[in-house]
């Protein structure tokens, strides 16, 4: 009989703590999800820890709803981090092949991903991943996987994705106080392409834009690798304190207006339609016209927008990508959004629903899953490389775990 062991995943936005939990049998590509838990996320603000036992009350509230789902105890999960903190580099490694016959092993695929850390990163910043983009042997460049070639100089660029140490170190302790241990830390903005994207789409060259609470996160793809990745830090969140502000109304009946009577397309509302707050709110009873709600979201989505193209500006790769824009997170599911992305960065755009999973649980079938799904993925592609304690990661042992993985990629 075919191996099983249990997989879960932890993704802690700035609004919710989402947890998945799935069974990963042996030789199959998926996990088969039979669990999913959410609880509203206090005690952080923006990626960052301000209230500790808060946090591990969100945190356990999120792992008991999956348990309970999935009826099978959690012990260890795949941490996501986000938030501003996460940074993101280009380096570049070169090593001399070891071998005598010159025959690329995977010991030098490891050595020159070592090299490529080599670029000055501040003490308080921990490597949380290293991807490789592209090999060059000798001369030859665009290789995707060296491994069993025959060259002197092997040569590596690098996407290098770094995270404030005291953010990540203190979500551990959270995570560990809850009751679990951590698989592994994978930096949020990377996860949600895992959930959405297919290979063809990350060849041809595509950007999933997650709009979430407190920042939308980028992740840019070409020739099958990771290009790009960027933390913008508006959000939602910003979203519906433009709305109270403008409105004069509170936070949550912001919300409430944003989320019932939200769109980004102001053409669409009579200029004289009003809504009446006592609807939706015990705290503020005054009307407010609808068509100045709507032009306060859609302005705010265009600037998150604008945003999203400058940074796809500096990589040269504004209105360049052929495969588009991919929206997720819980923002995404804004009425409009996906006319005013294809506007706005004149590239084809469309909602990404978590894909690449196997179970029946309906309602990860949302774009705000993509994180945590995500992570489960990414998280049961590598070889489980279960650390308790804030030890840190191994990075030794984590470059022959990502050999493996991007061998994996490799069609
Ligand atoms: N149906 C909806 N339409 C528009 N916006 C929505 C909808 N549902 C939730 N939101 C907004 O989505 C935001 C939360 O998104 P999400 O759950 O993806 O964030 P998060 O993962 O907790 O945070 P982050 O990724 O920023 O750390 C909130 O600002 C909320 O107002
Ligand atoms: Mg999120």
């Known amino acids: 009989m075919a191996k099983s062991k249990i997989v879960a995943s932890i993704d802690i936005g700035s609004s919710k703590i989402r947890t998945v939990v799935g069974i990963q049998e042996e030789g199959s590509p998926v996990p088969n999800i039979i669990g999913v838990g959410i609880a509203p996320s206090t ?13 591990i009350n969100s945190i356990s509230a999120s792992l008991e709803d999956a348990e309970r789902m999935a009826g099978e105890p959690i012990n260890h999960v795949f941490l996501g981090v986000g938030g501003n903190h996460i940074a993101s580099i280009n380096s570049k490694g070169v090593i001399a092949v070891s071998q005598a016959e010159n025959e690329i092993s995977e010991d030098d695929v490891d050595r020159v991903l070592e090299a490529a850390q080599a670029v000055t990163i501040p ?13 060059t042997v000798d001369e030859q460049k665009g290789i995707k996987y060296p491994v069993g070639m025959t060259g002197i100089r092997l040569e590596v660029e690098t996407h290098i994705v770094t995270g404030f140490e005291p953010v990540i170190k203190n979500l551990e302790k959270c995570v560990l106080q809850s009751g679990v241990d951590i698989d592994d830390v994978i930096p ?12 063809r789409q990350k060849e ?32 939602g969140e910003n979203v519906t304190n433009d709305v109270a502000i403008g409105m004069k109304t509170s936070i949550d009946t912001a919300e409430k207006l944003k989320i019932e009577y939200g769109t980004t397309i102001p053409e669409e ?7 009446d707050l006592s609807l939706i709110s015990k705290i503020d009873t005054h009307h407010v016209s609808k068509k100045q709600v ?26 360049m990508l052929p495969a588009g824009v991919i929206l997720t997170g819980a923002s995404s599911k804004m009425s409009g959004v996906i006319d005013l992305a294809r506007e706005t960065l004149n590239l084809p755009a469309q909602i990404g629903f978590p894909t690449n999973y196997d179970g ?14 995500g992570l489960l993925l990414w998280g049961s592609r590598f070889e489980s490389r279960h650390h308790s304690g804030l030890k840190g990661l191994n990075m030794k042992k984590s470059l022959s775990s990502i050999t493996k993985w991007f061998k994996n990629l490799v069609p």
């Open 43 to 55: 005690g952080l603000r923006k990626g960052a820890v301000i209230d500790v036992e808060e946090t």
């Open 123 to 135: 003490s308080n910043r921990r490597i949380l991943r290293i991807i490789p983009k592209t090999f």
């Open 188 to 199: 949020a903005c990377l996860a949600s392409a895992e959930a959405v994207l297919s290979k």
């Open 204 to 235: 041809l060259g595509v950007v999933v834009v997650d709009i979430g609470c407190g920042g939308t996160s980028i992740s840019v793809f070409e020739d099958g690798a990771t290009l790009h990745t960027a933390v913008i830090p508006v959000g």
């Open 269 to 275: 509302v009579n200029d004289r339609e009003t809504i």
């Open 294 to 319: 709507v032009e306060i979201i859609q302005a705010r989505y265009h600037e998150i927008f604008v945003l999203v193209k400058d940074e796809l500006a500096k990589i040269h790769r504004d209105e």
């Open 360 to 373: 029946v649980v309906d309602k990860i079938d949302d774009p705000a899953y993509a994180t945590v799904i």
